[in-house]
């Protein structure tokens, strides 16, 4: 097993106790809840496959799911936003990468291009989890306001985590 499979499940496991031991037991006024676990896949490799990528996000939302008792919506809303990755890359990027290994960062991609690949598969995964978790349309309204501060809490938190990691791998 390479070195970059390794840390990649090191990173996954990571962002899974830290998700589920720290960021779920966090609710600022009762609305807001960073999903930082959604790094997991965020981070994977452009040309991952798709089995790989589809079985992670169900697997990751999975277990998020075992501990919160939530009845399998994050590993709906994280296979939805896995599903949607491919598509997103090619809008964000506009372009195709020849290495295979590339990893999407502020240098691989740009700021502003990473910034919109966060907020659009971050956006993805909320809007799936919170009319899942809400499952009617008669409280559209708080579940878009919920969707929009979730989906602007947890973008900032993912974007500081990809510019940390940047600036780490700059060292």
Known sequence: MSAMYIRYILLFIILIL???????NIWVSGYLNPQLYLLAI???????????LLGSAFLLG???DMFTDSLAIHAA???????????????????????????????????????????????SHHT????LEIFRLNELGQTLWRIILNS????????????????????
């Not at 900032?156 to 060292?171: H, M, S």
Request: hydrophobic letters at 60%; a positive charge.
């Open 18 to 24: 830290v998700q589920i031991l720290l960021l779920n």
């Open 152 to 171: 602007a809490l947890t973008s900032l938190f993912v974007i500081i985590f990809f510019a940390l990691l940047e600036r780490n791998l700059r060292k």
């Open 77 to 123: 809303a994280t296979v939805f936003m896995a599903f949607c990755r491919p598509a997103v890359i090619r809008l964000v990027l506009g372009k195709i990468y020849d290495n295979e290994t590339e990893i999407p960062s502020f240098s691989a991609f740009g700021g502003f291009s990473l910034v919109i690949y966060v907020v659009l598969m971050v956006l």
């Open 42 to 52: 965020l981070m994977l490799p452009l040309y991952t496959p798709g089995w790989v």
């Open 62 to 64: 999975l277990i998020n």
């Open 128 to 131: 799936v989890l919170f009319f």
